[in-house]
């Protein structure tokens, strides 16, 4: 079984950082892409950040020049960087993982539990 867990949120002011983590556990042979999302209170869950096995990034257009994905070299555990926080950031962010448990195993989509992220003042 794998398990996806994700931590770093919280309050922060408009303008301020947060750096999002997804710690993934279990029985996994590879994960071959890794995303973030988020839904906010109202809205449709909508991708903001993939990062593939081979170091391609790619981000929601909107978003581009404020948030970074990137991985641990360690372990497997990914990030999201956040920068310049607005208060329109505001919502659940959800990490997902598309991987293998083991060399034989088809690709499976896991799903963190989410982490709130609020930018208010």
């Known amino acids: 079984q794998v398990q996806l867990v994700e931590s770093g949120g919280g309050l922060v002011q408009p303008g301020g950082s947060l750096t999002l983590s997804c710690a993934a556990s279990?029985?996994?042979?590879?994960?071959?892409?890794m995303h973030w999302y988020r839904q906010a209170p109202g809205k449709q869950r909508e991708l903001v950040a993939t990062?593939?096995?081979?170091?391609?990034?790619n981000y929601a257009d909107s978003l581009k020049g404020r948030f970074a994905i990137y991985r641990s070299n360690t372990k497997p555990t990914w990030y999201l960087q956040m920068n310049s926080l607005k208060p329109e950031d505001t919502a659940v962010y959800y990490c997902?993982?598309?991987?293998?448990?083991?060399?034989?195993?088809?690709?499976?989509?896991?799903w963190g539990q989410g982490t709130q992220v609020t930018v208010s003042s």
């Open positions: 997902n993982a598309d991987l293998q448990q083991t060399r034989n195993s088809a690709r499976i989509q896991e």
């Open positions: 279990g029985s996994i042979f590879d994960i071959y892409t």
């Open positions: 990062l593939t096995s081979l170091g391609s990034t």
